[in-house]
């Protein structure tokens, strides 16, 4: 017992870091899914990594988190922006969109896997991470996390009824909303802030879990929009904890055991009663 508390101690900030995210990330993954945009989900994790992998490899040292984050942020925002994603004039097909995001997944996870071969210093940056390690992140970093999630989280709940708009009626936010072109530079901004966040400090595989797996599992199964949100929020913190401490407690890596107890949390908010549509 004196063993499992000295590692959680240890373990404390990396173990917060990933409820953040937890809290933060199920809701975007909810957005992406009822715009039918899921694939963002899968895409721009591994573009992130691909991102990172050539950063350190070009000389930036691993340990600079701060100039990654900007750098990867910076770089996916502009892809995201390049990307020919749904908009009011619904000029580009969905088939081509996903041909498009497929590519940059592939595309992605080649370019990681290459510079992790040919740079010791990118291997070693990625290689704990791929394998599921949470990355020990220090104070400042976790401090500045929370202080981007809150903000993130308070504006999207005081906005919500834009951000319901802009996910199920884009056409008629198109119509209707003067600031169009503002909410989607704000929704690709907020995009590429959870997922670098998500891709430095907890894992690509995490993130994209957190995304896409409460979203997949309780969608049909909320009345409600609010409900729909709260349900992922609570299935993501809930697998986030309890895959952590099993963790801690079997000596395996967190993230495989998180997405497995987020997965178990999904399946029993499937079978709760009231929540299925009549």
Known sequence: MHDFMATLSFSLIPLCTAVVFSIITPPFGATLSLRNEILLGIALPPAGSAIIAGAVFAGIPSESTLLLYCITATALFLLMIALPLSAG??????????????????????????????????????????Q???LAVNTIEFIITVIIVAVVFIAGWKFRGVVYAYALDEEGLFIKEKSYRLITIMYRAVAT?????????????LTTSLLIVPAFLCERHCRGLDLFIGMVIIIGCIGTMAGFFLSLLVDLPPAPLIISMVIAAGFFARFLPNRKKP
Do not use: D, W
């Open 193 to 205: 802030l959870i997922i670098t966040g998500g891709i430095i400090l907890i894992g690509p595989l």
């Open 132 to 134: 599921g390690e949470l």
């Open 89 to 130: 004039t619904k000029r580009v097909s969905m088939r081509r969109r996903e041909l498009i995001l497929a590519g940059i997944f592939c595309f992605g996870n080649t370019l990681t896997m290459l510079f992790m071969s040919i740079s010791p210093q990118a291997e070693a940056h990625f290689k704990y991470l791929l």
